[in-house]
């Protein structure tokens, strides 16, 4: 569904991302760790269209990206929630999910991401601004799942997030990818979380993936020293 030949991005004269090369299948979650500083938010950018590859080829469902905006590879089946989250404060939460819309022929929020988002549901007049952190992911979640995609992009989702909430992320990611056959690539610091949610695990590491193995044959003391300090 998603696959990535040779990636190369830089920053200027500064390479962050060293050709590196993956595939996420249909309805398969792939999970990249690594430490902060190794390249995973400049690969989820890239992937997305915010920031622009020097070499290598991005395709989605048989399609060439490279040549698309962000909102174009949007329309292609690509979504993005970022670190940090970056919902509307000023926006409602209904306002915030129908921004996700904006790609497809839909007015209104399919009533599916209120069943998977209950607290969305009874929030939904709320300004973005005024929910917790873990709302907001949920939030960002909400409104990227809009957008009807085939692969979604998660950048360290649960970044500052309880860990019931965490749990409740992981519930929602899994139902999803079994629901819809969805393919999810997410990035994250939180082993136990990547490897509640992962069929596939690979490591980032100043740029290049250096590991890579089934969940069922990961060993989680290798991957925790690439993670560790």
Not at 36 to 51: A, E, P, Q, R
Not at 75 to 82: D, E, F, T, W
Not at 195 to 202: E, G, M, P, S, Y
Request: hydrophobic share 45%.
């Amino acid at each position: 569904m998603l696959e990535v030949a040779d990636l190369h991005v830089a920053y200027g004269k500064s390479a962050v991302v060293h050709g590196i090369s993956f595939t996420v299948e249909p309805g398969e979650i792939v999970a990249i760790v690594g430490r902060n500083g190794m390249g995973k938010t400049t690969l989820m950018k890239s992937l997305i269209g915010m920031v622009p590859s020097r070499q290598g080829a991005i395709n989605l469902d048989g399609q060439s990206l490279a040549a698309l905006r962000s909102y174009e590879r949007v329309a292609a089946g690509l979504a993005y929630v970022p670190q940090g989250r970056a919902i509307f404060s000023a926006l409602t939460v209904k306002e915030n999910i129908e921004t996700g819309l904006s790609s497809t022929d839909k007015d209104e929020v399919p009533g599916e991401i209120y069943q998977l988002f209950p607290v969305l549901l009874d929030m939904r007049g709320r300004r973005g601004g005024n929910l917790s952190g873990g709302q907001q992911q949920q939030l960002a979640i909400a409104r990227a799942l809009a957008s009807g995609p085939k692969v979604l992009l998660l950048d360290e989702p649960t970044e500052g997030i309880q860990p019931s909430v965490i749990k409740d992320i992981a519930r929602v990611l899994k139902s999803i990818r079994d629901r819809d056959g969805l393919s999810i690539l997410v990035s994250e610091q939180v082993l136990s979380f990547a490897l509640d949610i992962a069929d596939r695990v690979l490591v980032i590491e100043n740029g290049e993936i250096v590991h890579q193995a089934p969940r069922a044959t990961v060993d989680e003391a290798s991957i925790a020293r690439y993670l560790s300090v």
